[in-house]
C-alpha cells in the first residue's frame, strides 16, 4: 500500500490512458463502426479490438473497469473508495441474483464482477441469508429482501429495498471516509435521485405510504420536505425544487413544468465530476483518485453509450446527448 503522495504520480500516469476530447469527437462523428474501432485501434482500448468486438464490446468493457479496479486495490492508501465506487456493480448483482432466485431464469449476460466479491459469493449469501465475505449491512439487506418475498411479495419490491439500502450505504461509507469532496458528491447524489424519485411519483400520482417507502433521509433536503407534496400539485413540486438549494442546476431542465428526466439523470453525472474540479492541485490527498475513478467509469459509460449508438444507427444528436461530462 502506498500513501496518497506516492499513489498520485501513479495516478497521473493512469489519467494519460484516458481517451481525449477529441478521440471521442472523432468516434461521435464516425460514419459508422468500422471508424470507430479505427479510432480506438489509437488507444488504450485497442487490447480489446477482437474480431467480434462490434457484438461483444460490453464484456471488453466489464474488463477494462475490473481490471483498473484490481489495480487501483494493490495500490490505494483505503479501500473502502474502491467499495464505494464500485457498489453500484455490487447492489445491482444483488439485484440480478436475487430475481434470478425468485423467477428461476439466467440473467448471468447481466451480471459485472465488482472486483471485491465474486458471483459466487453473492449467490451464496442470497441462497443463504449469510456471507463471511460480504460487508454486514449488505448481508442485513440481503436477509430484509429474503423476509420480503417470505410474503409472497412482486418483483418492483426487490429493487425498492436494494435501491433504498445501496444510497444509506453509499453515505454511511462516505462519512466513514471522511474526504469533505466525496461527501459532497454523495451528497448530491442521493439528493437528485431523491428529486428524481419524487417527481416520478408524483407525476404517477403514487400514494403517501409508497413515497415513504422508496424515498431516503441520508440527503441534505430532508425525506419529509418530499413527502409534504404527497398530496400537493405538481406545479407545487416544480415550484419548491425552482427555490431548493438546486434551483441553479435545476431551471435548465424543467421546461413548461414538466421536468426532463434524461437531462436530471445527466446533471447528476456531471455535478459529482464538479465535485472533484480541484484535483489537480492536490499534489497529496486523496482528489486526484477521486477525480480519475469518477472519469474512468463515466469514460466507460460514454463508451457504452457511444458504441450502443453507432451499432444501432443513432443520430450524432442522440449520441450527444445521452453523453457524460467527466473533465471537471
Known sequence: MRNYHQLNPIIRLKEMTLLKPQEVEQMITAKNFAVVETVLQQTHYQRYLHPYFHEQFEISLDEELLKTIKELIELVPNQEILRLYMMPFTFHNLKVLTKESVTGKDYAHLLVEDGFYTIDECRTAIKTGISEVLPEKIVTTIQEVREYLEGGAVLQGIDIIYDRRYLHEQRRLADKINIPELQEAVIKMIDLTNIT?????LSQKRSCSFMKAVLVSVGSIPKEEFLAFADASYSDFITFLLESEYQEVMRPIIHEQVIDFAGLALLQDNLITESFASAQIDALGPLPLLAFLNAKILELQNLRI??????????????RERMRRYDA
Not at 424519485?197 to 411519483?201: D, E, L, N, T, V
Not at 457511444?306 to 442522440?318: A, C, D, P
Open 306 to 319: 457511444l458504441l450502443v449508438g453507432k451499432r444501432s444507427g443513432f443520430t450524432e444528436g442522440q449520441i
Open 197 to 201: 424519485i419524487a417527481a416520478r411519483c
